[in-house]
C-alpha cells in the first residue's frame, strides 16, 4: 500500500479534516459534490485529503469514470473512530488507533566515504595540487589517491599543468565545476551503490 517517488503533502493542523471525516462517518455513502457543499471546502483542498484517505484505505470509490469529478461516489470502509486520520509525512496517523499508515517510503541514499568531501572541495576551488585539494577536503594523500582514479572517470578533472613548488615541480590540476555540481547532484540522488562502488554509471571516458 506504499506509494513510491510521490511528493509529501505538508499539511498544517486544520479543522476542515476532522469537518470532511465527521461528515463522512454520519454519511459512509457520500457523493463529492455534497461534501464539497456542506464542509464548505474548495475541489482542491478536498481532492488532496480524499487522495490519502483513498490510499490508506479508509474508504473506496464506488463509482469510476464518473464525469464531473463532484458525481463522483464514495463508501467509508474503515471508521475508526472520531478523530480525523491527520496527514504526516509518512502518511497518515490514526489518533483513534494510535496507529500510522505508512504511504510514503523514504529513499535511503547511501553515499560514498569521504568522495563528496572532495567534490566539495573541488567546487569551491578553480584549481589545486593534491596536497592543496587534500588540505581543503580534510582528507589524507591516502584516501585521495584512492578515490583518483575514480574522479579521472567522473570528467571532473579538465587539464592540468605543471609548477613549481617546494622546490619540486607538481601537478596542478583545473576542475570542470559544472561536472563537479552535476555528480554531486547524481550522488544526492542515489547514483552510489555498495553494488557499484566505482560509480562507472557516472563515468565520462
Given at each position: 500500500m506504499s506509494h513510491l517517488n510521490q511528493k509529501k503533502l505538508n499539511y498544517k493542523k486544520n479543522k476542515k479534516h476532522q469537518t470532511i471525516w465527521s461528515y463522512i462517518r454520519r454519511n459512509p455513502h457520500f457523493r463529492v459534490g455534497e461534501i464539497i457543499m456542506v464542509c464548505d471546502v474548495s475541489l482542491g483542498y478536498f481532492k488532496k485529503y480524499i487522495k490519502e484517505l483513498e490510499a490508506a484505505e479508509y474508504i473506496v470509490l464506488r463509482s469510476k469514470f464518473i464525469r464531473p469529478y463532484s458525481n463522483r461516489e464514495y463508501s467509508l470502509l474503515n471508521n475508526t473512530?472520531?478523530?480525523?486520520?491527520?496527514?504526516?509525512?509518512?502518511g497518515l496517523l490514526d489518533e483513534n488507533t494510535g496507529k500510522t499508515i505508512v504511504l510514503y517510503e523514504e529513499k535511503v541514499v547511501h553515499m560514498p566515504e569521504l568522495l563528496p568531501d572532495i567534490l566539495e572541495a573541488m567546487k569551491t576551488n578553480d584549481s589545486a595540487t593534491k596536497v592543496e585539494l587534500c588540505k581543503?577536503?580534510?582528507?589524507t594523500r591516502k584516501k585521495l589517491n584512492d578515490w583518483w582514479k575514480v574522479i579521472e572517470k567522473l570528467g571532473v578533472i579538465k587539464d592540468k599543468f605543471c609548477e613549481m613548488g617546494n622546490q619540486k615541480i607538481v601537478d596542478v590540476y583545473i576542475f570542470d565545476s559544472k561536472r563537479v555540481r552535476e555528480i554531486i547532484k547524481e550522488l544526492k540522488n542515489g547514483a552510489y551503490s555498495e553494488d557499484e562502488p566505482e560509480l562507472r554509471n557516472l563515468w565520462m571516458h
Open positions: 473512530g472520531a478523530a480525523a486520520p491527520k496527514i504526516i509525512p509518512e581543503a577536503a580534510g582528507v
